[in-house]
Nanobody, 125 residues
Framework: QVQLVESGGGLVQTGGSLRLSCAAS????????MAWFRQTPGNEREFVGA????????YYADSEKGRFIISRDIAKNTVHLQMNDLKPEDTAVYYC??????????????????WGQGTQVTVSS
């Protein structure tokens, strides 16, 4: 089992930036896909982006492409989400997730096996 702990959330003004981090521990990560989702009250978790742990391939939701950047630090077992030009509609709880194998749709929350506790991001207008 892998444990995920997010950090870096907070309050930022429109147009600002935040960098979220997800520290992973536990089992090895060679075949993992690490992803970020976000959720607002009353809504399902929404895919933000993902990165392959071994190959570094990146996947983004169309709405965030160009503003958000996912990266990984293999030495520190950490995944980052750099969020730029933030908008009020980016306000949400952001979750880190891990998919252990290679099956399952990248953008579906059902494909992921482990989740962090979430970190709140609030963008003020």
């Amino acid at each position: 089992q892998v444990q995920l702990v997010e950090s870096g959330g907070g309050l930022v003004q429109t147009g600002g930036s935040l960098r979220l981090s997800c520290a992973a521990s536990g089992r090895t990560f060679s075949n993992f896909l690490m992803a970020w989702f976000r959720q607002t009250p009353g809504n399902e978790r929404e895919f933000v982006g993902a990165i392959g742990w071994s190959d570094g391939n990146r996947y983004y939701a169309d709405s965030e492409k160009g503003r958000f950047i996912i990266s990984r630090d293999i030495a520190k077992n950490t995944v980052h989400l750099q969020m730029n030009d933030l908008k009020p509609e980016d306000t949400a709880v952001y979750y880190c997730a891990a998919r252990y194998g290679s099956s399952g749709y990248v953008a579906s929350s059902d494909a992921y096996d482990a989740w962090g506790q979430g970190t709140q991001v609030t963008v003020s207008s």
